[in-house]
């Protein structure tokens, strides 16, 4: 505190500029405390860099690309023409814009900003490892630290992301030439994301899956409509199959996979995109040199108030444990910063919502009706077709469908999935209802413009109760 | 079964009273030699003072907050072989807490139980919006504890407020007790003893309960009339605990003291005017540390005409030599700090001009100047400034003295500094500059006569050579005791201290 390294000192220092980080930063410097914020690489983490923002900008680019060429229905007949090279230089002027904005608002808040790669020395300070040769490093004291590491895509062995062809999320969303020929491995929310886009592209895409399906974790009529879209795009799935190895051929390479009973299956293919998840990055911070603990699985424990197991030491974000997901990052990170500013804070949502940017969307936010009889309420539960609904059926997009889920004695919204058109931007209507304590008949009766997407959820609160107008209550 | 007292031991040499932190144990608690019974605090340091027992704890003598002489009775034990049954009940082994229930810390374990009633909803799912969750957790209120009178009971703001004053009239006795150590006025009762209970006014004319629920306003009345709330019998209950009224209040009053007509009519029209604000201050006690760094401050600036003469040193060689250095250092496991330098500096100017390492003794009418050179080292803990002594700076080189500053200073944020490391010194520096800033007015650490303060270690613009460049600065502040030093002597040394800072390498002559 007092002693030590007379230059460097900073109330709060906050490890990782991802959502998680920043977030927490800004918070904290607007709660007048002393921030410094260090990230070994660029400002707005794995989301605005490598994740979320651009591959949901090459997404979006591949579906006007799609809509265009399937719009005959409508009369439109068109015959787009892919410019990747064009398309990766927009995509980046979008991630550009966002991760100079973070560093502006971090600035306008009043946080100091520090490049470099943080270790702890002990729980009052880090050192820093300038980036860069000759560089030097610093020692920063600090009487809490935010830890806001993040997390990488898991390598399977054989298939590390040093190999050229073999690509990480990260290298297939800076694609400057599309592969003829895709191998994924893994069919959860990234390797779907990734396979609909190259599909859009016009590239051969090959999934293969350990599992028995696609999205792991989403009910099957959830998934059903995500699986039949991507048939249709000629994506082809091989279930049960684990890739094993893969050896350079004349013209690409060929993947190897294995089955249950040891059988081999083989793949050609130009690139090979392994997607088979995240994991948490922390051991560059050392944080046992703090005396936080890490898990077996490399994530800091943290209570409610994002707190590790050293007082003055908190996680926040994809290293704080699951869901990985950028707006839980961010939540945590607000507690923990006003935690530290002495406020009562506490990470006390009741959901957090998810959303996989598949054709169709998927969204979620809460309880299904599974999980609500297992926590043991009587669940009432409510859908909508989107076929049945104007707005959707005039945009082109009918498939899927809103349920929403709720408790039988008073009606409280427990949960809510959505597959169809949007349905990352409607499930907000859902979270919200669940964090209000509202009842089927406060989301019933709340006037929801037409026509519009967003009364669906109003149907489906209307439906769960026996009182909807556009389909038939069951 | 024998029943053994404890006396508070002499936990440090010329200590005579220490103010009992905390109590570890509870009447009824099973405890082993060794084990840790309660935290008491000195003017120097915290200290855990452990049985000398195998046995139950049978009675506490005194309250945290209560200065207690050494050799006072504070504990008995009952000593016995079958010591542990029948009071397993009254332990309290859930009193920690999980992680992060720190806002609900203060939660009784009736509390908790009436929670785990009330909740019929799975999981402890609460139907409260956001706004009234944050709302609970300001107040420290458990939500799971409020009633919901909103369709289905859902929870708004005001359930939650209705719920904080209630829950309020019966803690107030305890947040007082915690606060203000000692000033509380709860009769003793035994801890574990069924605060649920109903205590009824068939029971007698006299309760003695722990914990009492009521308004405010009947507190505000049972003040006034001098009457001790957890005494008034009443048959109401509310989740679970006596609930005590007005009238109540009133019918004790007048039974305990026969003639208090006037008195009880004036009390009501006081309680009418009674609002259930929440409290506009608190008292924190002036105590133990916090006292001691407050009585050294008023007689340093009481007795020494303080005088601060300012300055800044020009320090881009000594970035420089320390950067080149710090590699070195780390090979040994030292960090090298500015902190080892400025010692060196501040020996060296001390030499040249040794009124600044002096003490004044007035009773002997001499100025006492010192050839040994103790550097104290202020240092920010959470229970307050401690001075940590650095002995002989002249005899060490910069890495044992990093080294050394560190340890020390660690020691004295951990409490577990001894007195003898802090005693001794000649010359004291103290460096806010960590916490930033350029300047300050130093308090001399009495009865040295003088002070030098940090300003943080920043590129700041200065002149070399007519133009404004950037170059790292070291802000001075040193304060002299003006009795002793004149303001000539005091520029002269920061100037010598500038100087030895800037080329770090003279340090080496």
Same mark, same amino acid.
């Given at each position: ?42 400002? %707005? ?86 980036? %860069? ?11 809490? @630290? ?21 690509? #990480?999320?990260? +290298? ?16 959860? /929310?990234?390797? =779907? ?39 249709? *795009? ?24 294995? +089955? ?24 560059? *911070? ?79 936010? $809460? ?14 539960? $409510? ?6 609904? $104007? ?21 409280? !919204? ?25 009842? *089927? ?11 519009? *997407? ?21 | ?8 031991? +002499? ?50 003598? @005194? ?12 504990? #008995? ?86 719920? &904080? ?26 801890? %574990? ?6 205590? #009824? ?28 709330? &957890? ?78 003469? &300012? +300055? ?26 500015? =902190?080892?330098? !400025? ?42 400034? =401690? ?21 020390? @200073? ?28 350029? /300047? ?41 005791? &003006? ?27």
């Amino acid at each position: 505190m007092v002693v030590g390294d007379v230059t460097t000192g900073t109330e709060v220092l906050v490890i990782g500029a991802g959502p998680g980080g920043y977030v927490a930063a800004i918070r904290a410097a607007q709660n007048g405390l002393d921030t410094t914020l260090v990230d070994r690489d660029a400002y %707005g983490g794995a989301c605005l860099n490598y994740g979320c923002i651009p591959s949901k900008a090459l997404i979006s680019a591949t579906d006007v690309a799609h809509d265009a060429r399937n719009a005959t229905e409508m009369g439109v007949h068109a015959d787009p023409v892919i410019h990747t090279d064009e398309m990766q230089e927009w995509k980046e002027g979008v991630v550009d814009q966002l991760t100079g904005g973070v560093e502006k608002l971090c600035k306008a808040n009043g946080v100091n900003l520090m490049q470099g790669e943080a270790t702890f020395v002990d729980d009052s300070t880090a050192r820093i490892a300038h980036g %860069g040769e000759g560089q030097g490093s610093e020692s920063i004291e600090f009487e809490h @630290a935010i830890v806001a590491t993040g997390s990488r895509p898991i390598q399977v062995p054989g298939f590390e992301f040093e190999h050229e062809p073999i690509w #990480s999320s990260r +290298d297939a969303l800076d694609v400057e030439e599309p592969p003829e020929k895709l191998v994924v491995v893994g069919a959860g /929310y990234i390797g =779907m994301e990734l396979s609909t886009v190259f599909a859009k592209m016009g590239v051969d895409v090959t999934v293969v899956e350990m599992l028995d399906g696609i999205l792991p974790g989403y009910e099957d009529d959830v998934s059903r409509p995500v699986k039949k879209r991507a048939d249709e *795009l000629g994506i082809e799935f091989n279930f049960g199959e684990a890739a094993s190895e893969w050896e350079e051929t004349e013209g690409g390479v060929v993947v190897t996979t294995e +089955d249950e009973d040891g059988a081999e299956y083989t793949y050609d293919a130009d690139k090979v995109l392994v997607a088979v998840g995240r994991q948490p990055v922390s051991e560059s *911070l050392d944080p046992e040199a703090a005396g936080v603990e890490v898990d077996e699985n490399g994530f800091v424990q943290t209570d409610d108030q994002a707190r590790t197991n050293v007082e003055n030491v908190f996680a926040v974000g994809d290293v704080a444990g699951e869901p990985m997901l950028a707006h839980k990052a961010s939540k945590e990170g607000i507690v923990a910063a006003e935690v530290i500013a002495g406020e009562p804070a506490a990470l006390d949502q009741q959901a957090i919502p998810a959303a996989v940017f598949t054709d169709p969307e998927i969204a979620t936010v $809460g309880m299904t009706e599974a999980e609500a009889e297992e926590a043991g309420f009587e669940p009432k539960v $409510g859908e909508f077709p989107f076929r049945a609904s $104007g707005r959707a059926l005039s945009t082109g997009e009918s498939e899927g469908f809103v349920r929403i889920v709720a408790e039988q004695e008073a009606d409280f !919204v427990l949960g809510a999935q959505i597959v169809g058109p949007e349905a990352s931007e409607l499930i907000a209507e859902c979270a919200l209802a669940i964090e209000m304590g509202a009842t *089927l008949e406060d989301v019933a009766s709340t006037v929801h413009t037409h026509p519009t *997407l967003a009364e669906a959820v109003m149907e489906a609160a209307e439906n769960a109760n026996d009182e909807a107008i556009h389909t038939l209550n069951r | 079964m024998t029943v053994k007292e404890f006396k508070l031991p +002499d936990v440090g040499e010329g200590v005579a009273e220490g103010e009992l932190v905390s109590w570890q144990v509870s009447p009824g608690d099973a405890v082993s030699e060794g084990d840790i019974v309660a935290e008491v605090e000195t003017d120097k340091a915290l200290v855990e003072v452990p049985s000398r027992y195998d046995g139950t704890v049978q009675e506490l003598f @005194a309250e945290p907050g209560d200065i207690v002489p050494v050799g006072d009775v504070i504990i #008995s034990f009952n000593v016995d072989e079958g010591a542990e049954s029948g009071d397993a009940e009254a332990e309290a082994p859930d009193t920690e807490g999980e992680p992060g229930d720190s806002v609900d810390d203060a939660k009784t374990d009736t509390e908790e139980a009436a929670a785990a009633e009330a909740a019929d909803t799975p999981e402890g799912r609460v139907f409260a919006p956001p706004a009234a969750r944050k709302l609970a957790r300001e107040l420290g209120v458990d939500i799971a504890e409020v009633e919901g009178s909103g369709p289905g009971g859902r929870i708004s703001e005001s359930d939650v407020r209705a719920h &904080h004053e209630s829950a309020e009239a019966h803690d107030d006795t305890a947040d007082e007790t915690a606060v203000t150590p000692g000033e509380g006025g709860a009769p003793e009762a035994p801890t %574990g003893a069924g605060a649920s209970e109903t205590v #009824s006014a068939d029971a007698g004319p006299r309760a003695e309960r722990e914990t009492t629920l009521a308004v405010p306003a009947t507190r505000a009345l049972a003040e006034e009339l001098g009457v001790d709330i &957890h005494a008034v019998p009443t048959e109401k209950t509310r989740d679970g605990e006596a609930f005590v009224e007005a009238e109540d209040v009133r019918a004790f009053a007048e039974r305990e003291e026969e003639p208090a007509a006037e008195a009880g009519a004036e009390a009501e029209a006081g309680a009418e005017s009674a609002t259930a604000e929440p409290a506009r201050e608190e008292t924190v006690p002036y105590r133990g540390v916090r006292r001691t760094i407050g009585e050294q401050m008023a007689t340093s600036k009481y007795t020494a005409p303080h005088v601060t003469h &300012h +300055d800044t040193a020009e320090i881009d060689t000594l970035v420089e030599t320390r950067e080149e250095l710090k590699a070195t250092a780390e090979e040994k496991g030292i960090r090298l700090t500015y =902190m080892a330098f !400025v010692l060196k500096a501040v020996v060296a100017g001390l030499k040249e001009y040794p009124i600044l390492n002096s003490e004044l003794d007035e009773e002997e009418g001499v100025i006492r100047l010192k050839n040994y050179y103790n550097i104290g080292i202020a240092v920010a803990t959470d229970a307050g400034l =401690m001075v940590p002594v650095v002995k002989n700076v002249d005899e060490k080189g910069l890495l044992e003295l990093a080294d050394e500053v560190q340890e020390l @200073a660690t020691k004295a944020r951990e409490r577990s500094i001894s007195p003898q490391e802090m005693q001794g010194g000649t010359f004291t520096i103290t460096n806010f500059g960590a916490f930033g800033g350029e /300047y300050a007015t130093p308090i001399i650490n009495y009865p040295e006569t003088a002070i030098m303060g940090l300003g943080a270690i920043e590129q700041r613009p200065v002149v070399d050579d007519g133009e404004v460049v950037a170059a790292h600065t070291l802000p001075l502040s040193l304060a002299i005791d &003006h009795r002793v030093i004149d303001g000539a002597e005091a520029a002269k040394f920061t100037n010598t201290v500038k100087e030895y800072l800037a080329e770090p390498t003279k340090l080496l002559l």
